[in-house]
């Protein structure tokens, strides 16, 4: 057996796949984790908290359902968050903010995308407990 993972074609550099090789090959969908799975994978990989971990997941999962293709944000950015905030129980909302559109705005087309993204990061995080 051999397995294949791809990017989705939204991504910079990334090619459309030949029609001939996705004849020759089963396609299975991988959805993103539960919610509990992925405030887990976030505990397991940084030093937050259980509520830290749920702050940060529920604005990843937020940002899911608002942001399109490539620009949705996988579980790598909530533990970029979760590390970066580290085992501090005392941090600004604009340094969260920050370290938000840091982790999860990286992948931009302009300027304009950069400003474009920022804005909704921040609007989901002012919607946060």
Same mark, same amino acid.
């Not at 090619?15 to 089963?26: E, F, S, Y």
């Given at each position: 057996s051999v397995i294949l993972t791809s990017n989705?074609?939204?991504?910079?550099?990334?090619?459309?796949?030949?029609?001939? $090789? $996705?004849?020759?090959?089963?396609?299975?969908h991988m959805d993103y984790y539960d919610k509990e799975t992925e405030v887990q994978i976030v505990k397991a990989h940084s030093k937050a908290s259980r509520t830290e971990a749920e702050k940060i997941v529920d604005l990843i999962r937020n940002l899911r359902s608002v942001l399109n293709g490539a620009e949705k944000p996988g579980i790598r950015p909530a533990i970029m968050i979760a590390k970066a905030i580290g085992d501090s129980n005392g941090y600004s909302k604009e340094f969260f903010e920050q370290i938000c559109v840091d982790a999860i705005g990286s992948k931009f087309r302009d300027f304009k995308d950069v400003e474009n993204k920022r804005r909704i990061i921040k609007g989901q995080v002012n919607k946060l407990k």
């Open positions: 989705n074609i939204e991504y910079a550099g990334v090619h459309k796949p030949q029609d001939a $090789l $996705l004849d020759r090959m089963p396609a299975i």
